[in-house]
């Protein structure tokens, strides 16, 4: 045994130390995934017998009205979530000068992004909340009747995902930050005895430098969209009358809330939101595979 | 970070500056009005929240929302107050940090420094579970859970936690070990160095930068999590979930000045300790993401 180990060991230890993380993954993120799958072609309740139906499951969420709100919802979220990348970028290139005390300016914006959604999630509802609330009552100070944006089925999902940008642009312009503290300042400095100045210098020079940035502002935004949860549970429930549902909550509202017991129904609308995701995913690993190669 | 930033920053006249500093504060309000807002009105009794103006300062000061938030206030049914649920995410924090972290830590190296053929695809495998959307797994993490007897316990939390968090650290790690130089490793070898030795003489010394990221991003996350709490908590929820189920019991009259309070409670721990190692995050941020 000792012999064997003493003459194998550099083949082998890598595997034996990589184990507990490899075993601990494939069976608790691998595994699920396959188990979803499978369950969603069940009619289970979570505790009697697993009842096999087929596409049932599939067949009943193609014509589910509340589907398709969630589904319509995770678009305009995936749609409007992008907007944190341009904006975050124009910010930190904003942000990116050396007026006195930018340093801890910027530390500021930390603090949104470090907070849990919880919290953000509840600060907006106070922000909107009739009666005393922030906006609620300059709305009523311009046109003389408050909105309650929650309780309003046509604004409640904008009104969430305006939540939901306060910290994802922060993260952005985090990002950006960081990329354009690597921006090489020779490059700059050609680039301005050539003459380029305002747009064309940030299009032409800084931006291409920023790519890997931008790549992964993209990502996370993506990301950020479609995992869309907590905000959605806290602020609304989503209510009202379901309007502000996302398949992420819809999922866990038929399958473990207090009224969920349709396991088969929840991991069918968890697959179609894996699959969703997957395409973003297997985009993004396929980016990132091919800059490492080219390298 | 500012001395790289100057180079390339737009140098600016006068004029230019007193504008940038006006759009500066409008920024720092906005960014900073809802921690006003939250401080101000915790302090508060509630009649002046629901009665007068938001904005304005307390004209009488009290403490008293910050108390009942902590140790009376209804959480569900309980009137525990948020104390239990702190120490439930305090409990659940640390060893899933922990755990993670010294995880990461080795997988990165061996991902780095030990080649093998496949690693590339393994290492691929585990990005996958920073990016799937976590309801995939739900009903069958619940169904193992409930197996192993860890349902609705802190170290059932602990377990998720730790599993979801290694693809985050071993990107850190493996991105940071990726940039330091593998001759040395192979000296090391040739020394008659073990994978062990390596690894704690060589590798962990110059560790410290991205070990302070890989725990303050893992803090935060568990932290703030709330789908895996609210799934899986049980008896043992987080403070995140405590605080969303004391906002939404409707038992009586909404005490808003209470809620402030509880919602800051459950931000601090996040604030602190970024506030203490922020720095940190920034720095290693560059040197996670240069690679990614």
Redesign the interface.
């Known amino acids: 045994m000792s012999a064997y180990w003493k003459a194998n060991?550099?083949?082998l230890?890598?595997?034996l130390?990589?184990a507990?993380?490899?075993i601990?993954?494939a069976?608790?993120?691998?595994?699920?995934?396959f188990?979803?799958m499978w369950?969603s072609f069940y009619d289970w309740d979570?505790l009697g017998e697993a009842k096999w139906i087929g596409t049932a499951n599939y067949a009943e969420l193609a014509g589910d009205p509340n589907m398709v709100t969630s589904f319509k919802n995770n678009i305009i979220w995936l749609a409007l979530y992008m907007l944190s990348v341009p904006a975050g970028l124009l910010?930190a290139i904003?942000?990116?000068?050396?007026?006195r005390g930018?340093?801890l300016?910027k530390?500021?914006?930390?603090?949104?992004f470090?907070?849990?959604?919880?919290?953000v999630g509840?600060?907006f509802s106070?922000?909107y909340a009739p009666?005393?609330?922030?906006l609620y009552?300059v709305i009523e100070f311009f046109t003389g009747t408050g909105v309650a944006i929650l309780a309003d089925p046509d604004l409640v999902t904008y009104g969430i995902i305006a939540a939901g940008l306060w910290p994802q642009i922060?993260y952005v312009m985090?990002?950006y930050?960081?990329g354009?503290?690597?921006?090489a300042?020779d490059q700059?400095?050609a680039a301005r005895l050539d003459g380029a100045k305002g747009w064309r210098m940030l299009w032409y020079v800084?931006l291409p430098q920023l790519r890997?940035?931008t790549f992964?502002a993209v990502?996370v935004t993506v990301?950020g969209a479609?995992?869309s949860?907590?905000l959605v549970?806290?602020m609304t429930?989503g209510g009202p009358f379901g309007s502000s549902r996302v398949?992420?909550y819809y999922?866990?509202e038929t399958?473990?809330s207090e009224y969920g017991y349709r396991?088969g129904y929840?991991?069918a609308?968890?697959?179609v939101?894996?699959g969703i995701?997957m395409v973003f995913?297997s985009g993004?690993?396929w980016k990132?595979?091919r800059d490492?190669t080219e390298r | 970070?500012?001395a790289?930033?100057?180079?390339?920053?737009?140098s600016?006249g006068r004029a230019t500056?007193v504008l940038?500093?006006l759009?500066?504060i409008l920024?720092?309000l906005f960014?900073?009005l809802?921690?006003y807002?939250?401080g101000v009105n915790s302090v508060k009794p509630l009649s002046e929240?629901?009665g007068g103006n938001?904005?304005a300062l307390p004209s009488l000061w009290t403490l008293e929302p910050w108390r009942q938030a902590w140790s009376s206030a209804q959480i569900g049914v309980e009137p525990t107050g948020l104390k239990p649920y702190f120490l439930n995410s305090i409990m659940m924090v640390v060893p899933a940090v922990a755990i993670s972290t010294v995880?990461g830590a080795?997988?990165g190296?061996?991902?780095t420094k030990?080649?093998?053929r496949g690693?590339?695809w393994?290492f691929?495998?585990?990005?996958?579970?920073c990016?799937?959307?976590?309801?995939?797994?739900?009903?069958?993490?619940?169904?193992?859970l409930g197996k192993l007897g860890l349902a609705g316990s802190v170290p059932g939390l602990i377990?998720?936690h730790?599993?979801?968090g290694?693809g985050f650290t071993?990107l850190y790690f493996r991105n940071y070990y990726a940039s330091f130089p593998t001759e040395l490793v192979r000296a090391a070898?040739i020394d008659g160095a073990?994978?062990f030795r390596i690894f704690w003489r060589i590798l962990l010394p110059v560790s410290g930068p991205i070990a302070v990221v890989s725990v303050i991003w893992q803090f935060?996350n568990i932290?703030?999590d709330?789908?895996f709490g609210?799934?899986f908590g049980g008896t043992s929820q987080p403070m995140?979930v405590a605080?969303?189920n004391l906002?939404?019991s409707s038992t009586g009259v909404k005490e808003?000045n209470i809620?402030?309070a509880g919602?800051i409670l459950?931000?601090l721990p996040?604030?602190i300790?970024?506030i203490v190692a922020?720095r940190y995050?920034?720095r290693g941020?560059?040197a996670g993401?240069?690679?990614?």
């Open positions: 060991q550099r083949r230890a890598p595997w130390f990589l507990p993380g490899l601990m993954f069976v608790y993120v691998i595994a699920p995934i188990q979803s369950i979570g910010i904003f942000l990116n000068q050396t007026v930018i340093r300016y530390s500021l914006f930390f603090f949104p470090v907070i849990s959604q919880v919290v509840l600060i106070w922000f009666g005393f609330g922030l009552k922060a985090i990002l930050l960081t354009l503290n690597n921006v300042p700059v400095e800084i890997p940035a992964i990502v990301i479609l995992r949860f907590d549970s806290i429930s398949l992420s999922m866990y399958a473990l396991m929840g991991a609308i968890a697959v939101l894996f995701m995913i993004f690993i990132m595979w490492e | 970070m500012s790289v930033s100057q180079d390339t920053a737009v600016t500056r940038i500093y759009v500066l920024f720092a960014y900073l809802p921690l807002v939250m929240i629901t938001m904005m995880v080795l997988n190296y061996v991902l030990w080649r093998f690693d590339t393994v691929r495998l585990m990005l996958l579970s990016f799937i959307p976590f309801q995939i797994v739900l009903i069958p993490m619940a169904v193992v377990l998720v730790v599993v979801y290694i071993t070898m073990g994978f935060t932290w703030n709330f789908l609210v799934s995140t605080l969303n906002v939404q808003y809620h402030f919602a459950a931000a996040t604030l300790v970024y922020g995050f920034v941020l560059m993401s240069a690679k990614g």
